[in-house]
Antibody, heavy 124, light 107 residues
Framework: QVRLVESGGGVVQPGRSLRLSCTASGFTFSIYGMHWVRQAPGKGLEWVAIIWYDGSHQDYADSVKGRFSISRDNSKNTLYLQMHSLRAEDTAVYYC?????????????????WGQGTLVTVSS | DIQMTQSPSSLSASVGDRVTITCRASQGISNYLAWFQQKPGKAPKSLIYAASSLQSGVPSKFSGSGSGTDFTLTISSLQPEDFATYYCQQYSIYPRTFGQGTKVEIK
């Protein structure tokens, strides 16, 4: 059974950094592309970033490009989101999500499973 | 970026009603379209991928259709557990954009 558990959220001051983690279990982590998706309080879903199964490619939403970095450690079954220069508008629940097929790479794949989310609050 | 527009933004329906939600992409995305359900305080749940394929374990009362720029999600007979917010997402190109959501409420 797929299990994705996010951690690392909390309250952080504007301009500071924070790293989120997502620990995966119940599947072969190293063959699936992974995403971060966020949801500001009372708002809709916003896609944040993707990393391919082998870590060879990453892509980002314009709103976080240059400030956030997605990475993974396949030996630890863990996905990361390093966030720098945080702003009030980055306040949100951050979800990690797993693609449906393995080895998707250039072949577009959909999100099949979600974690429970971790709340990041950017406030002074 | 591809803009995804859902309509309506909200709707009221009764148990047993047939409900249809539409999603329009600002440019063609073939069938790279997914639908998600989210209940208050919970993580989203994946319902449909490739515009019309049900995720494993999703009941057949949910169906999707469309290709190119226009897509629909239909719930054939609304049940109490279906009252939620539904989102579409294109996964044709980056950035992977979501619709703004459609909230399905009890009439």
């Amino acid at each position: 059974q797929v299990r994705l558990v996010e951690s690392g959220g909390g309250v952080v001051q504007p301009g500071r950094s924070l790293r989120l983690s997502c620990t995966a279990s119940g599947f072969t982590f190293s063959i699936y592309g992974m995403h971060w998706v966020r949801q500001a309080p009372g708002k809709g879903l916003e896609w944040v970033a993707i990393i391919w199964y082998d870590g060879s490619h990453q892509d980002y939403a314009d709103s976080v490009k240059g400030r956030f970095s997605i990475s993974r450690d396949n030996s630890k079954n863990t996905l990361y989101l390093q966030m720098h220069s945080l702003r009030a508008e980055d306040t949100a629940v951050y979800y990690c999500a797993k693609e449906s097929r393995g080895y998707s790479g250039y072949d577009p794949d959909n999100i099949g499973s979600w974690g429970q989310g971790t709340l990041v609050t950017v406030s002074s | 970026d591809i803009q995804m527009t859902q309509s309506p933004s909200s709707l009221s329906a009764s148990v047993g009603d047939r409900v249809t939600i539409t999603c329009r992409a600002s440019q063609g995305i073939s069938n790279y379209l997914a639908w998600f359900q989210q209940k208050p305080g919970k993580a989203p749940k994946s319902l449909i991928y490739a515009a019309s394929s049900l995720q494993s374990g999703v009941p057949s009362k949910f169906s999707g259709s469309g290709s190119g720029t226009d897509f629909t999600l239909t719930i054939s007979s609304l049940q109490p557990e279906d009252f939620a917010t539904y989102y579409c997402q294109q996964y044709s190109i980056y950035p992977r954009t979501f619709g703004q959501g459609t909230k399905v409420e009890i009439k």
